[in-house]
T-cell receptor, first 110, second 117 residues
């Protein structure tokens, strides 16, 4: 299956600063790249996704960028707030399944 | 309310005692899947189903079985649980999940925390 590497595994940021999480993948045929957020004790939920015909997508304070040539995509969170503290997972679509990265635990310090 | 429902939410069992975790969705989704979540390993797919009577292995299928007799239900069966199957399990569904075609958001259940002693 697809190999998705996610970095960093943990990220601590000061409230108001930006957070960036990067994922790399191996299958050049991948064309769908979602990001899921999992708050403590909760289920993962989709926060943003991007398809391969788009280089960047933005939704308020979060944005995703995609570099198909280099096979990596990144999540950017600006003006971080305490409610952004969670585990974030990137994923790629491999034929009929989503392959997830190992997750990044983001902690926003007040 | 659109949802994916898993039961039980918490279970402590002993090695070798067969158990079933049920999953049901009320969104008429074609695609259903089971994941296990372990610290540092993210979400790993166990089995998935494209539609009724169509199932296939994910990345970590050993020790698990599934069935898809009805569109809404996708139970996960552990015939002879072992301690290495202690984990947090998520069922998920999507309208359709096929590379190159329309893709849908994956909706997760609330999770089932299983401990095998």
């Amino acid at each position: 299956g697809e190999n998705v590497e996610q970095h960093p595994s943990t990220l601590s940021v000061q409230e108001g600063d930006s957070a960036v999480i990067k994922c790399t993948y191996s299958d050049s045929a991948s064309n769908y790249f979602p990001w899921y957020k999992q708050e403590l004790g909760k289920r993962p939920q989709l926060i943003i996704d991007i398809r391969s015909n788009v280089g960047e997508k933005k939704d308020q304070r979060i944005a995703v960028t995609l570099n198909k040539t280099a096979k990596h995509f990144s999540l950017h969170i600006t003006e971080t707030q305490p409610e952004d503290s969670a585990v974030y997972f990137c994923a790629t679509l491999d034929d009929y399944k989503l392959s997830f990265g190992a997750g990044t635990t983001v902690t926003v310090r007040a | 309310e659109a949802q994916v429902t898993q039961n039980p939410r918490y279970l402590i069992t002993v090695t070798g005692k067969k158990l079933t975790v049920t999953c049901s969705q009320n969104m008429n989704h074609e695609y259903m899947s089971w994941y296990r979540q372990d610290p540092g390993l993210g979400l790993r797919q166990i089995y998935y189903s494209m539609n009724v009577e169509v199932t296939d292995k994910g990345d970590v299928p050993e020790g698990y079985k599934v069935s898809r007799k009805e569109k809404r239900n996708f139970p996960l069966i552990l015939e002879s649980p072992s301690p290495n199957q202690t984990s947090l399990y998520f069922c998920a569904s999507s309208p359709r999940l096929v590379r190159g075609f329309n893709t849908g958001e994956l909706f997760f259940g609330e999770g089932s925390r299983l401990t095998v002693l």
